[in-house]
């Protein structure tokens, strides 16, 4: 695992693994909804993102408080606050024009030199924040959050490597972690993008099988050139911007922890 | 002489806003008489329209106007694309092709008929108005103060926050300077390769701030106040969420429904409390509070009722109704029949619905915002401040 800013004992990791590890399944969970709904259930498929839009907000402040709080040293947090900012100003240079997503390289290249749970939180700080500036916020914020977070949670967890290896296994996670992002994203807002009426629909009734399959298509009709636009953004930055921002990013992490300990060790006496 | 506009405190609480529109979501999900819809949606236009400040965010409402009109294209474009064909009168054909096995036997085209059509943009309109609900929301709140309103656990997440939100505009006035400079060396500002140009020395300059930020806060004192978790809090707030999350699998997948409500009610008290208890390792006060007041109680009141007023009526059965109640209420009135094809109606509690929509006017100002003589002298920290909040200056 790659190095957090600052320093973290064993103990505090462990429950940070704990935390990552209830958000993952409750994440996936609440993502795959449309594969368990039950016709008998008497809920429509349109409320259940509103069941899960509740349920999402509290994990979101459970894992949220336990990355930052104590563990985070003030510069980790700083850093977290300025690259979120980084964020926050990209997205809305980026709205509107067909996948041309410039967050997630950020997530991603902060996710793999500050370690997972810097990642994760960095993806949800800056979904959160740009959404509180372009006014954003929905039942969708708590989805995009998580998932975003995801998205630098497994960036922290990509295997040793360095060089031009590194960069490749960079801009092809890029590239898979921007269609993953958009599936998940679309597949637990389905039933809101296309309502119940069509033949593309998600049909309660039918099989998750029948269901998966409907979803491919309705996926490929819809949103297909959205996801690819992104991946393909997504491998272009970091293919371009990948060794000198890795740079600065670790240089930044080095010094911190160089002045951490002094800094500790004066104010302690 | 410097001047100041600062916002008053005693403009609504946030969470009073968010609690009205989202009271007024759950009414609107209730329902899908196009009437009621479209008098609802004119109703939060109207508050928003009155009662919203010059504040950036409050030009919102725009946006979701467009995006539900964009949500109502969309859904009637697939409907006639690849629509289920429900009803009899049909409008017009398309030509029908039918798709090769792979693609789950869907046919594109063929008749479109008048009923299908009607139940989209019925359903459609319902969604336009819920995100319209949330759009007036965004618009009214203003999210600098209902992050003060945070539990103390994400102290330091909503720390970051608040960094992030006022490094922003230093880092737009940054990347601009980085341009400009490019510019005038004759450079090529388009295209990819130079945006990349311009996001490095920006980055390199955002990465030095934090440090120095940091230094800054520690200087300060922050996070000197914080103690060692509290014991417990970690399993309570993740057993909670789990337990809300199976709640939420149950109510969807199962017939047991008292079980899932008891279950999610529990999580998420449960969690609420976790957060309480790991705050407490905090020593820190909180400056500038926004009080929740009479005023706050009774406009989140307002939506709460629509909600309420929606769901009972919704809830009723028509049969156990005498005729003259019957008439009156009309629960049938809130879902209109689409095939076959009705005009919908509007009953005497569906106005009262649209009266509480529009009911935080009676009880709100014009959101009024304080012009004071500025005491601080020092430039450098006005220069960062939102111009918005800057007035005159002589």
């Given at each position: 695992?790659?190095?957090?800013l ?7 990791r ?8 209830s958000t ?18 008497g809920?429509k498929?349109?409320?259940a993102?509103?069941?899960f ?9 459970t ?10 040293d003030v510069?980790a947090l700083?850093?977290l606050?300025?690259l979120?900012?980084?964020?926050t ?5 980026s709205?509107g024009t067909?996948?041309f997503?410039?967050?997630?390289f950020?997530i991603?290249l902060a ?8 990642g ?12 509180l500036?372009?006014?954003?916020v929905?039942?969708?914020l ?19 490597a ?7 296994l ?10 993953a992002?958009?599936?998940f994203?679309?597949?637990?807002f389905?039933?809101?993008?296309i309502?119940?009426s ?5 049909d ?12 491919v298509?309705?996926?490929l009709?819809?949103s ?9 953004t997504?491998a272009?930055?970091?293919a ?23 800094i500790?060790?004066?104010?302690s006496? | 002489?410097?001047?100041e ?7 609504l ?28 949606a ?13 504040a ?9 106007l467009?995006?539900g ?8 474009f ?8 429900t009803?009899d009168t049909?409008l017009?054909?398309l030509?029908?092709i ?11 085209g ?6 299908a059509?009607?139940?989209t ?6 969604l ?9 929301a965004?618009?009214?709140?203003n ?5 003060r ?17 006022s ?5 737009i ?6 341009l ?15 945006l ?6 920006v980055?390199?300059d ?10 800054g806060?520690?200087?300060r004192?922050f ?6 978790p509290v014991?417990g809090?970690l399993t ?8 809300a999350?199976l709640?939420a699998?149950v ?18 008290v449960?969690a ?12 820190v006060?909180?400056y500038?509070q926004?009080?929740?007041?009479v005023r706050d ?13 929606v769901?009972?009526i ?12 019957l008439?009156?209420l009309?629960?049938?009135?809130l879902?209109?029949?689409?095939d076959?094809?009705?005009w ?16 935080p ?19 450098m920290v006005?220069?960062?401040r939102?111009?918005?909040?800057i007035?005159?200056?002589s």
């Amino acid at each position: 695992m790659t190095s957090y800013l600052g320093t973290v004992p064993d103990s505090h990791r462990q429950r940070v693994s704990l935390a990552l590890a209830s958000t993952i399944i409750v994440g996936a969970t609440s993502f795959a909804w449309p594969l368990f709904l039950a016709p008998s259930s008497g809920m429509k498929p349109e409320q259940a993102v509103w069941v899960f839009a509740l349920v999402l907000p509290m994990v979101l402040a459970t894992i949220l408080a336990e990355l930052t709080s104590g563990r985070m040293d003030v510069k980790a947090l700083a850093m977290l606050g300025v690259l979120a900012a980084f964020g926050t100003v990209l997205r809305p240079l980026s709205a509107g024009t067909a996948g041309f997503e410039l967050i997630f390289f950020l997530i991603i290249l902060a996710g793999r030199v500050y370690g997972p749970s810097f990642g994760f939180a960095l993806g949800a700080i800056t979904l959160f924040t740009s959404a509180l500036i372009t006014s954003g916020v929905g039942p969708w914020l708590p989805y995009q959050m998580i998932s975003a977070g995801f998205v630098g949670l497994f960036a922290g967890l990509l295997p040793k490597a360095s060089g031009k290896a590194e960069l490749a296994l960079l801009a092809s996670y890029g590239m898979l972690s921007a269609f993953a992002y958009g599936w998940f994203m679309d597949f637990a807002f389905w039933p809101f993008g296309i309502g119940n009426s069509t033949q593309l629909s998600f049909d309660p009734a039918a099989s998750p099988l029948t269901n998966l399959h409907r979803f491919v298509l309705y996926n490929l009709a819809t949103s297909m050139g959205w996801n690819l636009g992104r991946a393909l953004t997504n491998a272009a930055l970091i293919a371009l911007l990948g060794t000198p921002l890795l740079r600065l990013l670790r240089r930044s992490a080095r010094k911190a922890q160089l002045a951490g300990p002094a800094i500790a060790a004066s104010t302690s006496e | 002489m410097v001047l100041e506009r600062t916002q008053t405190l005693k403009s609504l609480h946030p969470l009073a806003w968010w609690a009205w529109a989202i009271g007024i979501g759950i009414a609107v999900n209730g329902t899908t008489n196009p009437l009621l819809l479209a008098l609802i949606a004119l109703a939060l236009v109207w508050v928003v329209l009155l009662r919203r400040s010059s504040a950036p965010w409050a030009r919102s409402v725009r946006a979701y106007l467009i995006l539900g009109g964009f949500v109502i294209a969309m859904r009637v474009f697939f409907q006639i694309v690849i629509g289920a064909k429900t009803g009899d009168t049909i409008l017009f054909a398309l030509p029908e092709i039918p798709l090769p096995d792979w693609a789950a036997g869907i046919r594109l085209g063929g008749p479109i008929t008048a009923e299908a059509l009607a139940y989209t943009i019925n359903d459609a309109l319902r969604l336009a108005v819920l995100l319209l609900c949330l759009g007036a929301a965004n618009a009214l709140a203003n999210p600098r103060q209902a992050l003060r309103s945070m539990p103390a656990a994400l102290y330091e997440a909503s720390a970051a926050v608040v960094v992030a939100l006022s490094v922003a505009p230093q880092l737009i006035e940054s990347g601009q300077r980085v341009l400009k400079a490019r510019r005038t060396r004759g450079t090529n500002t388009k295209g990819l390769r130079s945006l990349a140009s311009v996001i490095l020395p920006v980055m390199a300059d955002s990465i030095e701030r934090s440090m120095s930020l940091a230094a800054g806060m520690e200087a300060r004192g922050f996070a000197r106040t914080r103690g060692l978790p509290v014991r417990g809090s970690l399993t309570l707030m993740i057993s909670s969420s789990m337990l809300a999350t199976l709640g939420a699998f149950v109510l969807l997948s199962t017939d047991f429904r008292l079980l899932a409500v008891g279950c999610l009610v529990i999580g998420l008290v449960g969690a609420g409390f976790g957060l309480r208890l790991a705050g407490k390792r905090l020593a820190v006060t909180r400056y500038r509070q926004q009080p929740w007041r009479v005023r706050d109680t009774v406009v989140s009141g307002f939506g709460l009722l629509a909600a309420v007023v929606v769901l009972t009526i919704g809830g009723l059965n028509p049969n156990d109704l005498s005729a003259s109640l019957l008439q009156w209420l009309d629960p049938q009135a809130l879902f209109p029949s689409t095939d076959p094809l009705t005009w919908p109606q509007l009953s005497v509690p569906m106005l009262l619905v649209v009266g509480l929509v529009a009911a935080p006017l009676a009880v709100t100002g014009k959101d009024r915002i304080d012009v004071t003589e500025s005491v601080r002298n020092d430039t450098m920290v006005r220069s960062l401040r939102p111009k918005a909040e800057i007035l005159v200056t002589s």
